[in-house]
């Protein structure tokens, strides 16, 4: 079969305002393009066409061959981006953060870029690099271990505390081997496991000591560095629920004033040298009642509809500066105000309640408020509802599946096995 290359997009031949190109991103990279797009700014996506953004009435993808990060750096610097020279270029996710700080003065040369240190950026993407820079700062974390081999891990058995995290230096990688962020263990045999099937992968790895409590411990600093360092806005939040819990993506989060977060935070960003966005996470230790690092983000986060809800448009914010426009004012923000995921906050819910956490009743006072919806918007409404039908498809055709199965076993003259299906039955 012949895979066709996908068409080229038909750039306008002048733009009232500089575009803007989104590379990668969730939530985020909707809540973004939304905030530029409903400006009458034109924006760009550089992303998979099943994210949201790229069904959004504000946002345009542009189609690559295999959107791998090789095809992201031949368009942004080859002849098919011209028309759009001097666009602003925003990261979204990690691997976008990576792509820009490696080929920054490439970029550079065509591009608006954001305020960055690119070493640094690159620094923070390491987890373990990021303990190291906060433990310097006087900046507490968790218990964490680095081990290069099962020996050193066995060394170390006496001194490690259980549950403990098996987590790769840079997060991105490993999500993209494994489907998560890290592994959880409970004991010394499951750590070897573990261990073993992370340096197999051939991803380094630290062991971090997981801090115990509900998800609402967990709370976060935003903030933009200027040239000099100095933090140009305050915001914190607070996360209540995660999917799946203590691990996942937030599914319930509301802005809280936290000073401590912030001063906490600071003291990393400025010993680090940190330049541009930055987001801050930390979890309270219940052991000692003190906060603990768990990691920072220098971009767009998945809450940034809320941040941009609650009167900190950072979208906004980093356009005007980089364009040279008037800044939004960044003094106050909205306390109290929530950004909520029904569907997969009902499945944390769902959860919570299995294990005696949290009572449908308790849930429900949550819930029963104004919210700002992480991927929903009245005026943009195709990105979720096309998200839906594709989860809801998806559901349909597992379950089918389920109940099919055991059919065409019993039947394989009616229903033919598959090429791969017949290759697993020769196999078995």
């Known amino acids: 079969m012949t895979v066709m290359a996908p068409e080229p997009v038909q750039f306008p031949k002048s733009f009232d305002s500089p575009p803007v190109i989104i590379l990668g991103g969730g939530s985020n990279a909707l809540s973004v393009a939304r905030s530029l797009g409903r400006e009458g700014i034109k924006v760009y996506a550089i992303n998979q066409p099943t994210e949201h953004i790229c069904s959004s009435r504000y946002a345009h993808r542009i189609p690559l061959p295999g959107d791998e990060e090789v095809d992201r750096l031949k368009f942004l610097l080859g002849p098919e981006s011209d028309p759009l020279k001097g666009s602003v270029l925003l990261a979204c996710d990690d691997p976008a953060i990576e792509l820009i700080a490696k080929n920054r003065a490439a970029l550079a040369a065509r591009f608006l870029l954001d305020e960055s240190n690119p070493d640094v950026q690159l620094l923070m993407l390491d987890k373990y690099a990021t303990y190291k820079l906060a433990d310097e700062a006087d900046v507490p974390t968790p218990k964490h271990w680095v081990a290069k081999s099962v020996a050193d891990v066995q060394r170390l058995e006496n001194e490690l505390v259980y549950p403990l995290l098996v987590k790769p230096f840079v997060s991105h990688v490993f999500q993209e081997r494994f489907g998560k962020k890290f592994k959880v263990v409970s004991n010394c045999e499951e750590l070897i496991d573990a261990f073993k099937a992370v340096a197999d992968a051939g991803i380094e790895c630290m062991l971090v000591e997981q801090l115990q409590g509900p998800d609402e411990l967990c709370c976060s600093y935003y903030t933009y560095l200027d040239e000099q360092g100095n933090a140009l806005f305050d915001f914190t939040k607070r996360v209540y ?167 065409k076993r019993r039947m394989p003259n009616v229903f033919p096995l598959s090429p791969g299906e017949g290759r697993v039955r020769a196999k078995a």
């Open 241 to 407: 629920r995660r999917i799946p819990s203590n691990m996942g993506r937030g599914t319930f989060h509301k802005t809280e004033w936290n000073p401590r977060v912030r001063e906490l935070s600071l003291k990393l960003l400025k010993h680090s040298k940190l330049r541009g966005l930055a987001c801050v996470e930390f979890r309270m230790d219940l052991k000692d009642n003190e906060l603990k690092l768990i990691e920072n983000n220098a971009r767009f986060t998945a809450a940034n509809g809320l941040v941009a809800a609650s009167g900190f448009d950072l979208g906004k914010f980093v356009y005007n500066r980089l364009t040279g426009q008037p800044l939004p004012a960044m003094k106050e923000y909205k306390l109290d105000l929530s950004l909520w995921d029904p569907m997969e906050d009902l499945k944390a819910f769902l959860a919570l309640r299995r294990e005696g956490q949290l009572s449908f009743g308790q849930w429900l006072r949550t819930v029963m408020r104004r919210h700002t919806m992480i991927y929903f918007a009245w005026d943009d409404p195709k990105p979720t509802l096309l998200h839906e039908y594709r989860e809801i498809r998806g559901l349909i055709c597992r379950r089918m599946g389920r109940v099919l199965d055991p059919i």
